[in-house]
């Protein structure tokens, strides 16, 4: 994995004001929108207090993030009407998501996705960890790092930015080595939201952080995501076998359903893919620079997201698995396809892949990885 040294970040004071809670996925005209970065109390859990951040743009746009999971949980911006809400799944209280929603908005660690029969090896020791999806361990396992309380701080800076740290133990879930953790969520006044995710282990690791909010463009899960057009700039995706683990190909997308290169509305080709989307995209890019690597757009709300990244892969998960069970904090059901998620990553089961591009962290080196997303309007 390349090395890159961060800049030591100055911390500076956090302005502990009282926000009011915004109801996601709901219009909410009345909210706060000067530029800058507010604090409150989310509640507690683990016995920790946990804590709900806005980050306001110069452009009024505001996304709020937890502690908890460092959890995007609003992500408000208007429409082609002006009208403002919530393009990301979310709740307006903690206990929404200590009800284990399906890692909403949350910060994934310390394997995204997938490895097979939850086991690895790292020259002659081999490592086993929790198997929580069937035979296979899925985002880092029982308790990953969407479920436990991050450390936060913010900066003295002139575009609102939050820092989260998370110490996982040698040990935790499986993996071994201290891994020292650090995400920056940064909202520009250009409708970016940027996730640095930093770390350093003291022992040989595999390392895979990403962030799984679950867009709908319209900001109404009543509407499903199958009339959004997606573009996805990937030549191949990765096959995978019946419990979604790579098959160890790599398969090129022409003249299947899993070509998004030209951009296609998603529910056009979807009945032919078993189960919906939920497959690894082998992004064209060739190297580790921060690259636009795929748009989604909705006609109807007339706004658009795009995604650029450092990573060589990118999930699209379709919301197959969401089946109305779960509500809304304004009481509507969340159903399948109601949201997708674009979760930007190294490939699933790198650490047991040869041929993947390695997920291994070393000591002495420095994961650095971005991810933008960054939506526009089209009035
Ligand atoms: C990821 C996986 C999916 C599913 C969701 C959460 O995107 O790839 O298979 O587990 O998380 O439901």
């Known amino acids: 994995m390349k090395g890159i040294t961060l800049p ?27 530029k800058g970065i ?109 479920k436990v309380v991050w450390e936060s701080a913010t900066e003295n800076d002139s575009v609102p930015s939050l820092m989260l740290s998370y110490l996982s133990k040698d040990g935790e879930e499986g993996y071994p080595g201290n891994l020292n953790v650090d995400v920056r969520y940064t909202l520009t006044d250009d409708n970016e939201l940027k996730i640095e995710y ?14 799984h909010s679950y867009f709908n463009l319209t900001g109404n899960v009543s509407n499903t995501i199958l009339d959004h057009t997606l573009m996805i700039d990937a030549d191949n995706y990765t096959p995978v076998d019946s419990t979604l683990i790579p098959t160890g190909e790599i398969k090129p997308v022409k003249g299947t359903p899993f070509d998004f290169t030209k951009g296609e509305k998603i529910g056009l080709r979807i009945d032919s893919v ?29 706004r658009t997201l795009e995604v650029f990244t450092t990573e060589p892969g990118l999930q699209f998960y379709s919301g197959n698995f969401l089946d109305g069970s779960i509500k809304t904090s304004d009481g509507k059901a969340i159903n399948q396809h109601s949201a997708l998620c674009l979760e930007t990553q190294h490939f699933p089961d790198s650490p047991n892949q040869p041929k993947f591009p390695s997920t291994l962290l070393l000591p002495g080196q420095q994961y650095h990885t971005v991810t933008v997303y960054k939506i526009s309007v089209n009035k």
């Open 38 to 146: 507010t604090k409150a109390s989310f509640g507690q859990a683990d016995g920790k207090e946990v804590f709900l951040y806005t980050l306001t743009n110069a452009k009024g746009t505001q996304v709020k993030i937890s502690t908890y999971g460092g959890v995007v949980t609003s992500w408000i911006v208007p429409d082609k009407n002006d009208k403002k809400s919530s393009i990301v799944l979310g709740f307006d209280s903690l206990s929404g998501y200590l009800a284990k929603p399906p890692y909403f908005g949350a910060l994934i660690g310390r394997y995204g996705n997938r490895i097979a029969n939850g086991k690895f090896k790292i020259d002659t020791s081999e490592y086993t960890l929790a198997t929580n999806n069937g035979r296979n361990h899925l985002h880092g396992g029982n308790k990953g790092f969407d």
């Open 8 to 34: 030591v970040l100055g911390i500076a004071a956090i302005f502990a004001t009282s926000i009011s809670s915004c109801n996601n996925q709901k219009s909410d005209d009345t909210m706060e929108t000067k």
């Open 274 to 302: 078993k189960g919906g989307y939920d497959h690894n995209f082998v992004l064209n890019k060739k190297d580790s620079s921060l690259t636009k690597v795929a748009s989604l757009s909705d006609d109807k709300s007339g």
């Open 198 to 211: 930093s770390a350093k282990t003291d022992k040989a690791t595999v390392v895979n952080l990403t962030n």
